[in-house]
């Protein structure tokens, strides 16, 4: 007989660079990602028994992470405006330019939905298909399309729109 | 030429090279799942106990301490009560199964609150067009004595200056401010804005004016050493309270600003002193000021927000309502992991949901706290509910 715990500890370990992997897209944090994928492998393994095929472990475990993060933005974003970290600054720019761009590369991406957030971490950064990313959301192909066209309007706009800069109050 | 999409795909992967997942994922996720299996056995009954105890304890204790009664379930003494594994409540429902839920809804009355339907603030049968300019998004807070307060921002400069002001039934926009992205809060009573002004140099006022005459009647300045501060997290009777990475703030307007060790503040019903907090990821735990934030009671395996109603004498966990003073659970009559965009509370009882459709758009669900009936709330597919 198959041990059950010893099958979802090589699971685990096998699985886990990747999986941290996309937490780590889905959230666009270190910190955040290993909390995201300890408590969705606690889901996976609530649910082990039922899984009938091990190969398709990893993509329920992917599901349960990007639903699981998807509740933690949520969690944030109810009754919440979006933050801002601080007053943009042109001027430092070119000094700090990459690491300005690294910032906000990664604070942009954080300020998208969580579920365009998911598809775009999917499509380009998983290079999944269009359907396998409809698949693992849930959703049509459809959806994943309009998402993904909305995910990256946005991301194009905020990369390139001019900073804005503060009137004397 | 790099596209946008390329750049964020390469800083992203360059980072994510360098993790290195923690050594005891698997042990950790076992650990816990067993444990959650045995709660799972017990949890029903637990709920209920803590219930019976709470009827039983509440009525004597609490009412000695403070003029508001203690929320079932806490230990007379000011001990912290768990509620555990709520995430069973999962699987999530997809947007299609979601939608096909909602189709077959029956539907009830409109919304009872003032919400934004494309480009007009819809209260009731009364229905006012912004004055919009150029595109810009807008939500409501609320109402006030003179119409609503609302907030309007450039559509495509999310980062960019909010613009205050107060709607008028006839459609005049009579602005209040300019704030940043902290966000505003309405005060308890509802005749005074609290918001958060950056000068050039970075420096952080957060302010309070009066709707009805705009003035200004209080305002504080932020420490630099805070400049981790990032949201202005609502306004109770306690103060108003400010959160960020290190920890919040509580101002009552008047006094100085007092720091508070907690950690995602928010206010959850402004007619009270309780608020949310999230010192653990997986629970969502509910605490009153007392000098000190004291917590009460806490849902673990539970990822959400907690949705307490106007009175504070209810909680929505998930799709459950608990009652806060009595001993009163009422399943909602809602699927499983709905993909919620934001809620509003009607009134003590009625609660509504905005529920994500399959098509992107969302429908407004309304549900009784009492039996547990849930219908539509009739309202166009860009609906959003106010804030306060």
């Known amino acids: 007989m198959i041990d059950a715990d010893a099958e979802f500890t090589d699971f685990v370990r096998a699985q886990s660079p990747a999986l941290l992997r996309t937490a780590f897209y889905l959230t ?19 649910h082990w028994s039922k899984i009938d095929a091990r190969e398709a472990a990893a993509a ?20 919440r405006e979006k933050p801002r970290d601080d007053v943009p600054d042109l001027q430092n720019r070119d000094e700090y330019g990459e690491l300005d761009e690294r910032t906000d590369l990664v604070a942009t991406l954080r300020r998208l939905p969580a579920r365009q957030r998911a598809v ?6 998983e290079d999944l298909s269009e359907a396998e990313t409809a698949r693992l959301l849930g959703c049509s192909p459809g959806t994943v399309k309009s998402q993904t066209s909305r995910a990256l309007a946005k991301l194009r706009a905020d990369l390139t729109a001019p900073t804005f800069v503060e009137e004397d109050r | 030429m790099t596209t946008p999409e390329d750049r964020v795909k390469q800083v992203l992967s360059s980072e994510a090279d360098q993790l290195v997942p923690p050594p005891d994922l698997a042990r950790t996720a076992i650990r816990r799942g067993r444990r959650v299996r045995r709660l799972r056995v017990v949890s029903g009954v637990a709920v209920i106990a803590a219930a019976v ?13 403070s003029e508001e009664p203690q929320p079932a379930g806490v230990i007379s003494d000011g001990g912290l009560v768990t509620v555990n594994n709520l995430w069973l409540q999962e699987p999530d429902t997809s947007r299609e199964e979601a939608t096909r839920w909602l189709d077959q809804l029956r539907t009830g009355e409109a919304p009872k609150v003032p919400t934004v339907q494309s480009g007009s603030l819809v209260d009731g049968s009364r229905s006012v067009r912004f004055p919009l300019v150029k595109p810009q998004s807008a939500h409501s807070f609320g109402r006030v004595d003179g119409g609503w307060v609302v907030a309007l921002q450039d559509r495509f400069d999310e980062q960019g200056p909010i613009t205050y002001g107060e709607l008028t039934p006839t459609g005049t926009l009579q602005s209040l401010a300019t704030g940043h992205g902290l966000g505003a809060t309405l005060s308890p009573d509802r005749t005074q804005l609290a918001y958060a002004v950056r000068d050039r140099t ?19 300045t932020v420490p630099d050493k805070r400049a981790d501060l990032d949201l202005i997290a609502g306004w109770n009777l306690s103060g108003i309270w400010l959160n960020g990475s290190t ?46 934030l004291v917590p009460r009671i806490q849902y673990c395996g539970f990822a959400g927000s907690l949705a307490v109603s106007p009175d504070a004498k209810t909680v929505v966990v998930g799709q459950i309502a608990f009652g806060l003073y009595e001993p009163r659970t009422q399943r909602l009559d809602l699927p499983t992991g709905l993909s919620i965009r934001s809620v509003a509370w009607e009134d003590e009882t009625r609660i509504l949901f905005a529920v994500q459709r399959a098509d992107d758009g969302v429908t407004v669900v309304r549900c009784d706290t009492t039996t547990g009936s849930c219908e539509r709330a009739p309202a166009g597919p860009d609906v959003t509910l106010p804030r306060n």
């Not at chain 2, 970075?202 to 004016?209: A, D, Q, S």
Request: hydrophobic share 50%.
């Open chain 1, 60 to 79: 329920y475990a992917r599901r349960t992470m990007i639903n699981t993060a998807t509740s933690w933005w949520r969690r944030f974003s109810w009754q």
């Open chain 2, 53 to 65: 105890v709470a009827a039983i304890v509440v009525p004597t204790a609490s009412l000695s301490r």
């Open chain 2, 247 to 292: 920890g919040a703030l509580l101002w009552a307007p008047g006094s100085a600003l007092v720091p508070v060790p907690a950690a995602d503040v928010r206010v959850v019903a402004p007619q009270s002193s309780l608020v949310q907090t999230h010192e653990d990821p997986q629970c969502a735990r509910l605490a009153s000021w007392d000098k000190r």
């Open chain 2, 202 to 220: 970075g420096k952080l006022e957060v302010i309070v004016r009066e709707v009805a005459t705009r003035m200004i009647r209080a305002k504080v």
């Open chain 1, 28 to 46: 666009g944090d270190a910190g955040l990602a290993e909390d995201l994928l300890q408590t969705s492998l606690t889901k996976v393994y609530l």
């Open chain 1, 120 to 125: 775009l971490a999917l499509r380009f950064l």
